[in-house]
């Protein structure tokens, strides 16, 4: 959280800040959203007790930060597109395969 806030993270003995590089911070909270997404959705498939932690944690972070609940939000969608309210009708000349995909 420290880096996502602007601040300064040691790795090793190497520094890393997001402070003065204008799209950095937008990075870092696309990669935390991608990454958290992705790593729930295969514990939680494999373990669906873990569904709790990883939903505190994720909540906590998209109330602190709206682009970041916009990016979430945006990476759930793409895992489960049946979280969306808008279901398409399926066309005519549509394939099975195109409809679902």
């Given at each position: 959280m420290t880096l996502l806030s602007g601040g300064s993270v040691s790795i090793g003995d190497d520094s890393v800040t997001t402070h003065g590089i204008p799209d950095a911070?937008?990075?870092c909270k696309y990669l935390t959203a991608k990454k958290l997404v992705d790593q729930a959705d295969s514990q939680v498939s494999s373990n669906p007790r873990t569904a709790?932690?990883?939903?505190?944690v994720m909540?906590?972070?998209m109330n602190a930060d709206s682009e970041l609940r916009d990016?979430?939000?945006g990476y759930f969608?793409?895992?489960c597109p049946y979280l969306l309210p808008y279901y398409?009708?399926?066309q005519p000349e549509?394939?099975?395969e195109d409809y679902f995909g």
């Amino acid at each position: 959280m420290t880096l996502l806030s602007g601040g300064s993270v040691s790795i090793g003995d190497d520094s890393v800040t997001t402070h003065g590089i204008p799209d950095a911070m937008m990075f870092c909270k696309y990669l935390t959203a991608k990454k958290l997404v992705d790593q729930a959705d295969s514990q939680v498939s494999s373990n669906p007790r873990t569904a709790f932690p990883y939903a505190v944690v994720m909540v906590s972070l998209m109330n602190a930060d709206s682009e970041l609940r916009d990016l979430i939000l945006g990476y759930f969608y793409i895992q489960c597109p049946y979280l969306l309210p808008y279901y398409p009708a399926k066309q005519p000349e549509q394939s099975t395969e195109d409809y679902f995909g």
